[in-house]
């Protein structure tokens, strides 16, 4: 489809404004104009709503497609809280209103949305107290590792370092690293967890943190998580729960409970919130209580009569991360996930995410290589180094998949597996999506061995076959010119 | 309700496959002292109960109130064709677009979207987003402290006191030395600035207009740090770039901005939308995501995320920024609103925001005991000062039926008798009558 400026005809317009219904008393002095016009679209609401409903029909989504990438959980987002977040109540509230005086007031269902949803994420995970501000995961590991910068700030401890596995995701040492943290990496071991021989001499009086997730990037839950926590613990060093594997444990394990210190938690994965093609996200932070004094301010405290107020007298605070209260519409759709879902809602998902990981991962463990073996949690890694033999590596037989009419895997990661294939099928699959996805993963299979060379071609269905990154990048076109 | 339809017939078919025999065996790495100590949360509701309970709980926010709230989040008219079409799960149920093949519809938008903010602002290279316009001027302190090597970091008194107070978190644990720089008469105080920055300057933060509404040419602030080897950002906002030089045209360095106004809906604070654009040379320093126009095997015209080299999924803790998930929806909204508007639509909502503005400075300047500010020019927000405390008129005021406006001793100390008064499109000569006729009403009282 054309890009939208190429269709822009002059003189056209797509909305129409009010007249100007007070008299022009003076212009801005031209000094401080731009020379020439922004130039924008020139196009008709029709020729609009043509343009992207023309771009969705390219996109895969949740709702037209299977999407089992690993470590996203892409499952159904359910509509109602899409209509919930609409509600004029919500969507047209000013979020400086509660900080006007008694403004507390006008917002008191706005601000118990904030209050309540904390106190759930505080059972559902076992910790103490929680903020919803940050904005998106990474942005509660970012706040997670101020946290703890400032506990041992305050305690006087000089620590510098955090620990963090080699299968970790990405922004996990991204955020410690621009928190201020050096970053030292622990392998993995043969049974994939962390590898605890190599780890507990690491931890020592220089170590402010671990972080972790479990179950982690392999899919798998660590056993040992307690005897991590006491090594840790044993040098004040805090531990870290990273919150995107989260969909495995509702009902079934806390972190708290397991003595993490701080966890954030990815509301657009777990609780159902549409990731938008890349965000908005909503990643709120939970501590301990040793670690309360520190959140971001504003809180939002319940007083004794039931009213909500907005809290600021917190000295200790890393103060403020977001410029509000955190994607709050983000967070209303969630809450009202989790009270629509229930706690047995709320087991049966991760019950369920199990179930489908683990019946995929029976399925296919024939055909693809396992590098890890065990029980999985919401998601299993098969590597495709088998099918690398014959020069079929996991980007063809993701590629493959598209045709196939189903979004592919995660790929390359986690980064220890050598051509990873992430699978994480999510609760709302139902048994014949699987079972179409497995029957597409053998037949890629049998054809990696049989006709490896047509792989290079795929995928053949799309509007745009596979793309000339390294062009991209030498040719920065990041922008059109007219 | 779970949203699963697996049966319980499915169930035990899939765990046969599975070798087990109950889903609780699944579980059994979960050591039993590990089981949940608690998990105490209420029972389902139904999605007509759900609805019900919000409805309820929506009607407790006072969003009817009429608004002259801003602080660099306004209240701007949002056609109805944004919500039609970015209701389209296509575009909101998709993830980050790592599959190009099966996301040409959000890559294609977003490098759209990046043409349009650098047609706003100026510069050359914009990004696929970022959080919000606090952490997007956060990025380009971390940008400025890359590229020169420098760690202080020198910040304008009118750049929005929320984004001051984000950046002096983020700066805590990092060695860098902040210094924060008075207005004068409401604009940037260009002597104090020019003494406060040296050779360990990284970066000096500007905002246009600045958190009081005044309007500012800020090229001699970019000359003189360009002298020294420093980087200057501006932070914008989008709907004065319709009218106003760009950052680009005054030198700037970096752009940044909040992208609310350009069609995202005020709730009660997000998701909201950083937008950053930059000179071509420091496309490799910038954060986030950025999609780039290439080609397919066959030579057809397609998109693709790009220079992923910078980013945390490839370079971990070396990374340019640790962003993983942007605002991608917002940046879509955004740019069907930049689209729906047009370049004549939008010229036409900023000169509405300042024209009305100028008539609401008029009309309060009558008011006995009320002064405007207006030593410098202003866009579509204003300071008037009082003759009592602001936060008391504002709170009085609220009962009359207005959010009147920011009382600006919350965030600066000496001004409690201070408001900070914003219009946009929305509000009608009538609507400003009587926030006159109630503002008068409250001082004379």
Avoid: W
């Avoid at chain 1, 020439?36 to 895969?60: M, P």
């Avoid at chain 2, 047609?119 to 302190?141: H, K, P, V």
């Avoid at chain 2, 945390?312 to 689209?339: F, P």
């Amino acid at each position: 489809m054309s890009i939208i400026f190429k269709k822009s005809v002059p003189g056209r317009k797509g909305v129409q404004l009010p007249e100007c219904d007070v008299p022009v008393l003076k212009k801005i002095d031209s000094k401080y104009l731009r020379s020439e016009d922004a130039q924008l679209c020139e196009l008709s609401e029709l020729d609009i709503v043509r343009h992207f409903t023309g771009l969705s029909r390219k996109n895969y989504g949740v709702d037209t497609n299977f999407y089992p990438l690993g470590s996203c959980t892409m499952k159904y987002n359910p509509k109602i809280t899409e209509k919930i977040a609409a509600l004029d109540g919500f969507s047209s509230l000013h979020p400086l209103l509660p900080q006007l005086r008694r403004g507390g007031s006008l917002t008191q269902g706005a601000l118990s949305v904030i209050y309540e949803l904390e106190q759930q994420l505080c059972e559902i995970t076992g910790m103490d107290a929680f903020t919803t501000h940050p904005l998106a995961g990474a942005h509660g590991e970012l706040t997670g590792m101020m946290l703890i910068a400032a506990y041992h700030k305050k305690k006087g401890n000089n620590k510098k370092v955090v620990i963090i596995p080699d299968e970790a995701h990405g922004t996990n040492p991204s955020s410690a690293s621009i928190a201020g943290f050096e970053i030292r990496s622990v392998p993995t071991g043969e049974n994939g967890r962390i590898d605890l021989e190599k780890l507990i001499p690491m931890i020592d009086q220089n170590t402010a943190a671990i972080m972790m997730t479990n179950p982690n990037t392999l899919g798998l839950f660590n056993p040992d998580i307690k005897k991590i926590a006491n090594a840790a613990h044993a040098f004040d060093a805090m531990l870290y729960y990273d919150g995107a594997n989260l969909n495995a444990i509702l009902g079934k394990f806390r972190p708290g409970d397991a003595d993490f210190d701080v966890i954030h938690v990815n509301l657009h994965k777990t609780f159902a919130t549409p990731h938008g093609g890349g965000g908005p996200g909503a990643g709120p932070v939970g501590v301990k209580k040793h670690l309360e004094q520190f959140l971001p301010i504003s809180r939002v405290a319940k007083r004794t009569d039931g009213i909500y107020a907005l809290e600021y007298n917190y000295p200790d605070s890393i103060g403020y991360i977001a410029p509000f209260y955190g994607n709050f519409s983000v967070c209303l759709k969630a809450y009202a996930y989790i009270l629509n879902l229930g706690a047995q809602g709320l087991i049966d998902v991760s019950e369920n995410a199990v179930l489908n990981a683990n019946y995929v991962f029976h399925s296919l463990k024939h055909y693809y290589e396992v590098p890890y073996p065990g029980t999985c949690m919401h998601e299993c890694v098969f590597s495709a180094r088998k099918q690398t033999e014959n020069g079929v590596h996991a980007l063809d037989i993701a590629k493959a998949l598209i045709d196939k009419g189903m979004h592919p895997p995660t790929v390359y990661f986690p980064l220890i597996v050598k051509e990873a294939l992430m699978v994480e099928p999510t609760e709302t699959e139902s048994k014949e999506t699987l079972d179409t996805f497995i029957a597409a993963m053998i037949e890629i299979a049998h054809r990696a061995e049989s006709e490896p060379q047509v792989f290079s071609d795929f995928p053949k269905t799309t509007p745009v076959s596979r793309l000339d990154e390294t062009k991209a990048v030498k040719n920065m076109d990041f922008s059109y010119i007219t | 309700m779970s949203y699963i339809s697996t049966t319980d017939t499915q169930k035990k078919q899939m765990l046969d496959v599975c070798g087990v025999d109950s889903i609780k065996k699944l579980f059994a790495d979960i050591p039993p002292e590990l089981q949940p100590k608690s998990f105490a949360l209420p029972g389902g509701k139904s999605e007509f109960e759900l609805h019900s309970f919000f409805q309820q709980l929506a009607s407790k926010n006072y969003s009817h109130l009429v608004n002259f709230l801003g602080g660099g989040f306004y209240d701007h008219f949002i056609p109805a064709a944004i919500d039609a079409l970015v209701s389209r799960s296509e575009f909101y149920t998709a993830y980050t677009p790592y599959q190009p093949e099966l996301s040409q519809g959000t890559l294609q938008a977003i490098y759209e979207y990046q043409s349009d903010i650098c047609r706003l602002t100026g510069l050359d290279i914009a990004n696929a987003s970022l959080y919000d316009g606090g952490t997007a001027l956060f990025e380009a302190c971390q940008m400025a402290i890359s590229a020169t090597g420098r760690r202080k970091i020198v910040m304008d008194g009118g750049v929005n006191p929320i984004y001051r107070k984000m950046i002096n978190s983020y700066a805590a644990n990092l060695s860098i030395e902040l210094v924060d720089i008075s207005v004068s008469h409401g604009q940037s105080d260009r002597d104090a600035i020019f003494k406060a920055i040296d050779d360990k300057t990284a970066i000096v933060l500007l905002q246009n207009p600045n958190f009081f509404g005044v309007i500012d040419d800020h090229s001699d602030i970019v000359n003189q740090c360009h002298e020294k080897g420093i980087l200057a950002v501006q932070s914008v906002y989008p709907v004065a770039m319709a009218l106003l030089k760009t950052p680009g045209e005054q030198g700037f360095d970096i752009a940044t901005g909040e992208g609310q106004s350009l069609g995202l809906p005020l709730s009660f604070g997000g998701p909201y939308l950083g937008f950053m654009s930059v000179r071509k040379e420091l496309a490799r320093k910038m954060p986030g995501r950025v999609v780039a126009r290439t080609t397919d095997t066959q030579n057809r015209e397609g998109f693709v995320l790009s220079l992923q080299a910078r980013e945390q999924h490839i370079r971990r803790e070396k990374a340019t920024s640790n962003i993983c998930s942007n605002e991608a929806l917002c940046a879509l909204r955004a740019h069907m609103y930049l689209s729906l508007i047009g370049k004549e639509g939008f010229k036409e909502v900023a000169s509405l925001c300042y024209n009305k503005a100028n008539y609401a400075k008029e009309r309060i300047k009558g008011i006995p005991g009320v002064e405007v500010m207006e030593t410098s020019p202003t866009f579509n927000e204003f300071t008037i000062k009082l003759p009592m405390d602001a936060a008391e008129c504002a709170g009085k005021l609220i009962d009359l039926g207005f959010a009147a406006g920011f009382p600006l001793g919350r965030y600066y100390k000496g001004m409690e008798n201070y408001l900070l008064i914003a219009i946009t499109e929305k509000r009608t000569k009538f609507e400003i009558g009587r926030l006159a006729e109630a503002l008068e009403a409250v001082v004379c009282q």
